[in-house]
């Protein structure tokens, strides 16, 4: 009762406040969903369409249900039209909303004791509501409340200040990701400087796959083709990651070593000419002599 009411009340509110007629409603056992017309709502219009049903709700007003007779009906201010032509059956929610239904109705809109719109989102050219009212908006706010008192435990701040405290630790990620990729970046000019001559490269190098991009990145800059591995740095993980890039004028298809790599040493990922990287499943004890035996 209180999930349908509160459904008519906000859809009442959302054509009133945000021009967005409704379409269908659906009051699952999970969700409560009202889809509009509109597409695109700005926040501030559905933020003014749940204070309309909140203020309406804080007011108390009665919710009635009747039969009109032809001449009521058709001086009602109908939300939407009848879907039957006769015997039809009226709720109004105080002055605000009549609308014409058959189903259960709260008596007075007190009983929904609050209506939070939950989520908006995209659907089939309109809009698509998520709400929350009466006990299930009661145990959904009392969830997010633990979550929410969870995350100010594990930042030692209040409720209030857990944006402020993602918000920093998103920009500490941020510049801790920032040194890695410089130090990544130092540490493959090094690895750079111990590999000899001027020709291809092809080498087994600690790391992980982002190491070997750098790496493989600035040998081909340097007009070297780059076949690079890296066994898995996981204990008891097998895996050779692997990266091929080839340089400006070489003839290396790198997609085709590649497939070549993974039928005879299995592995998954893949890539075309100019570059292609994956994953062996097998540890490899020698890479040149692997890359010689797949090549011939």
Known sequence: MAQHTAQHLLSGALLDRAQA?????RLGETALTIDVSRDRIPEAELAAAEDLANDIVDDDVAIRAWFPDPDELAALRLRRDPKV????RIVAIGEF???PCGGTHCARSSQLAAVRITGAERYKGGT?????TARRGRAELFARDHVLRGLAGQF????????LAIDKLRRDAETAGAEIAQLRSRL??????QLPGSGPVIAALPGDPELLRSVAAKLVAAGRDAILCAPAAVPDD???AVVLMRAAGSSLDCGALWKR???KLGGRGGGRAEQAQGKLTSAIADWPAAVADVTG
């Open 188 to 193: 493959a000019d090094a690895i750079i400087a």
């Open 156 to 163: 030692s701040c209040g409720p209030g200040e857990v944006p």
């Open 238 to 240: 097998a895996s050779t």
């Open 85 to 88: 032509t006769g015997n039809i």
């Open 97 to 99: 909303d009549y609308s």
């Open 21 to 25: 007629p409704t379409v269908s409603a």
């Open 128 to 132: 698509r509501v998520t709400f929350a």
């Open 261 to 263: 790599l993974a039928g």
